[in-house]
């Protein structure tokens, strides 16, 4: 597979939407948080990184011809090592405290979790994703040849306008709930991979930054009995990929920079890891220090272990098993009689 290239305002993107997460977490540990905190961001950080992953999977694949083992090898070598790690860690921690706030209970969720069929936490959000991972198979098929599949372009054109019409319908763990979050991503991945040129000028990344900061705090600002999920989200979160991608200097001075695109390398792990940390670090540090102190540092804790997970589990493991998938023995073709 061709070598991966990376866009440094999406992992600062990337970096943006995991450090959400981890704040609309935090009325857990410190309750007062929700007087004044009229509506989380979590939702949002998590439309992100569910258009996200439409567009870098049109990006990264839809200009190469169709691999489906390998690319599936890839997918999952990058996302299950880690995300199994973290689901033992939770079950661990919820044996040895009775209280802890996301637990995982009984032989059964441990192995549904394991299976990316359950729904307990942050972990809710990775059996759409890995839904989506098959999906795209069919969509790179159709981008790859779109008048000799152009079957699926009209299955995928009207499987979206009946659950749009539906409602989205499904518990959150099911790509239909999701799904334009990641179509519109990947189309507008699609398009991306295709323009000679991109809107560049410092409009697009006044625009970027501008769109970004008021799809975290519109719900906020203009309260809204309309749910957050659905076509408005979907396209808006897009708008906002496609635009941080475009790179203009503006949007790069923020989203390019050390620290959010460091935070991005990392924010796989901290996704998976906060919320336990945490618990663990106020636990230990609550009978020393103040709360606020204490959630201060375990929110340290939560990045420090993040990039420890990274550096120890996540990466190691992907290069392994990628590694083990490429040098792996190749059946010589039968010899001609």
């Known amino acids: 597979m061709a070598q991966e290239f990376r866009i440094a305002s999406l992992d600062g993107l990337r970096g943006i939407a995991a450090s959400a997460v981890v704040f609309s977490h935090l009325p857990f540990f410190y309750p007062s948080m929700y007087a004044w905190m009229k ?63 996301q637990p995982l209970h009984g032989v059964g969720q441990i192995v549904r979790h394991l299976a990316m069929l359950g729904s307990t936490g942050v972990f809710w959000s990775i059996p759409p994703e890995i839904q989506f991972y098959l999906f795209f198979v069919l969509l790179w098929l159709w981008f790859q040849n779109p008048i000799r599949y152009q079957w699926i372009g009209v299955l995928t054109a009207v499987l979206l306008a009946v659950d749009a019409y539906l409602g989205f319908p499904g518990p959150g763990i099911l790509l239909t709930s999701k799904l334009p979050y990641f179509l519109f991503g990947a189309f507008a991945g699609r398009l991306f991979a295709i323009q000679k040129t991109r809107p560049d000028g410092p409009v697009t990344g006044v625009a970027a930054l501008a769109l970004l900061v008021f799809f975290f705090l519109c719900r906020s600002l203009i309260p809204t009995e309309t749910t957050f999920w659905g076509l408005t989200s979907a396209l808006t979160g897009t708008v906002i990929v496609y635009l941080a991608a475009c790179s203009n200097r503006i949007s790069e001075a923020v989203l390019a920079s050390r620290p959010l695109v460091f935070i991005g390398k990392i924010s796989f792990s901290l996704y998976l890891f906060h919320v336990p940390v945490i618990f663990i670090g106020t636990r230990l540090l609550g009978g020393f220090i103040s709360t606020e102190p204490a959630l201060l540092l375990s929110i340290a804790l939560a990045y420090v272990f993040a990039w420890a997970s990274y550096t120890i589990i996540e990466d190691p493991s992907r290069r392994i098993l990628t590694g083990l998938w490429k040098n792996r023995p190749q059946r010589l073709p039968a010899p001609a009689e």
């Open 39 to 101: 509506v989380g961001v979590g939702h949002e950080a998590v439309a992100i990184f569910f258009s996200l992953s439409g567009f870098l999977m049109s990006l990264l694949y839809s200009n190469r011809p169709v691999d489906a083992g390998n690319y599936l090898i890839h997918r999952f070598a990058r996302i299950y090592p880690v995300y199994a790690v973290a689901v033992l860690f939770v079950a661990v921690l919820s044996l040895a405290c009775a209280d802890y706030i």
